[in-house]
Every structure is written in C-alpha cells, then in structure tokens.
C-alpha cells in the first residue's frame, strides 16, 4: 500500500498551509497540491506526496510545522490501494510540443507531428513524459541551444524516462551518456530508447553520483541536461564542473523560479556563469557555461 498526506478546510487556510509545507518540504522535493472541492461551502483540500517510507514522520513534521504558524488544519495520512497511479493518470494525455519535438503515447503513434521530432514516452513509473513543464522547458531550451552549438559529448543526468536523451538522439544521431540513480527509471528509459529505435546512441547506467566508470569513460561533456531538483543541482555543483569541458554548457531544470539566486550562486563558485533564464509553466530553465 501507499499513502499521501490530506486535509480538508477553509480556503485561507488550506492555501496558508500548502505555501508553508512547500518551503518546509522544499528539498524534499516532495509534490503538494492545494485545490477546491466544493465551491458553495468554499472547501478546500490539501494533499502531500511524500517518500513512502518516511510518511509518517512527514506527517509529523508537517502538523508540527502548522502548529507553529498557528494553521488549525486535519492534516491525516491516507492509503491508496496498489495500482500504478502514475500509468493510470498518464494514459490519456494527448500529445505535447515542445520546440522542436512533440512528445506522445503509444496510442497516438502515426499521428500527424507537424515536421517535428516524434518522440514516444509510454506511461511508467519514471519521471518524465514531456508534459510537465520542467521537461518541455528543456525540451524548448535545447531546441534553441542546439542552432549554436555543435557538442560533441552529451550528458543527461538523472533521466528519468530518458525523454531528453532520446530526444537528443533523435535531433543529433550521436552518443549520448543517460544516467539515473534508480533502477527503474533506467529499465522504463531502456524500454523507451527501444521504442524509439535510438538504442545505438543512448548509453544508460545506473548511477549514484560520479562516481560510475561511465562518467571517466565517456566524459568530459560539453553539454550537461540535469532536469532534477535544486537541492540535488547544488549537491552536484562541483562534480558537474568537474566533468564539464572548458567551454562547455549546461542545462538545468526542475526549478522554481524562486531558487535560481541559489542555484546560479553554487554554480558560479565551481566556475560557470549563467547566459540565460527561462520559465515555462512556472518552472525555471537555466543554460551557464563554464
């Protein structure tokens, strides 16, 4: 079974909360929602999506935190049945462009892509389909990147479903480096480098940090993609560096706009310096180079 954090109340209230529980969770990277349920009684509810196996003391981490800015709110974890939510909610999304590719399902294969890349993400239980706004971001980003660059060594770190690295493949016809630390992110990714019959390009690893053989192997890079999270980006700041070229790019997404100062700041003390920003959907993309 799986659980969530929920609560029901007054709008000001349910709002108040979910702002505080954002910040209080923020490098946890955990996903919060705040949404109406019934708008005559003007209800609200609040739902937190924490790691599974730290629910409990999320749960309580929250109500303490709501205690001290004095949120009266019946916060209480909730258990799912064992279904695969994530294929479940994903199966119905129509497809997205995003520069210059268009992301799709496996139900709209023939589909009319409008001279752009088709790029199939099926559903799964890897972050990455192309349709939130951290990964059409960068999908839109290196659209733009690639009509001034020319790299030779392509990274995508923590990739997920592989939806960049595939893309890449698919734009460019060269080796490109795809490293996730979990195990099944890599398996949904090989699954989705099959489909899309670019398995000759995309080398994938499960990797935990840097220090896997790939890395010595296949780097330096001149193009690094890292659509993760800030508190991960910063951790990484200098091994990033360190395997970047002289020169080289980089581009990170799964931002807030709100973290950029201390995403840009750890960044600029390994050596790089930012050549621009970008939002999409409330989400940041930024593109420095070393």
């Known amino acids: 079974m799986s659980h969530y954090l929920y609560a ?9 909360a979910a702002r505080h529980l954002e910040v209080l969770f923020e490098e946890d990277g955990f996903a919060i929602s ?21 629910a409990d003391e999320a749960l309580s981490r929250a109500l303490d935190n709501l205690k001290t800015q004095d949120i009266s709110l019946p916060l209480e974890k909730v258990t799912l ?43 799964g239980q890897a972050f990455g389909t192309g349709h939130h706004g ?15 660059i020319q790299p030779e060594r392509i990274l995508d770190l923590g990739t997920g479903s592989a939806v960049l690295a595939i893309a890449l493949a698919k734009l460019l016809k060269q080796t490109i480096v795809a490293t996730d630390i979990d195990p099944i992110s890599v398996e ?15 080398k994938l690893a499960c990797a ?11 780097g330096p890079f001149d193009l690094i993609v890292a659509n993760i ?17 002289l020169g080289g790019r980089i581009v990170l997404s799964g931002l807030l706009p709100h973290q950029k100062a201390k995403v840009v700041a750890a960044y600029r003390q390994q050596g790089f310096h930012l050549l621009r920003a970008v939002e ?5 993309v930024l593109v420095l180079q070393s």
């Not at 705040?34 to 730290?54: C, G, H, M, Q």
């Not at 294929?87 to 001279?115: C, Q, W, Y």
């Not at 090989?190 to 899309?196: E, F, M």
Request: hydrophobic content about 40%.
């Open 8 to 16: 029901e109340g007054p709008a000001d209230q349910v709002q108040n």
């Open 34 to 54: 705040n949404f109406e349920i019934d708008e005559d009684a003007k209800v609200w509810a609040l739902s937190l999506y924490p790691a599974e196996e730290i």
């Open 81 to 123: 049945p064992d279904e695969d939510w994530v294929s479940k909610s994903l199966e119905g999304l129509v497809p997205v462009e995003a520069g210059r590719f268009v992301i799709h399902g496996s139900h709209d294969v023939g589909m009319n892509t409008k001279g752009r890349i088709p790029v199939q993400i099926n559903a």
């Open 134 to 148: 951290t990964t059409a971001g960068c999908l839109k980003v290196l659209s733009e990147e690639l009509k001034q």
């Open 188 to 202: 949904t990714s090989r699954d989705n480098v099959r489909i899309n019959e670019v398995h000759p390009y995309v």
């Open 208 to 218: 935990s940090g840097f220090s896997h053989p790939i890395f010595k192997e296949e």
């Open 229 to 245: 999270l800030a508190g991960p980006l910063c951790d990484m700041a200098k091994d990033v560096a360190a395997n970047t070229m």
């Open 280 to 284: 999409e959907d409330g989400w940041l």
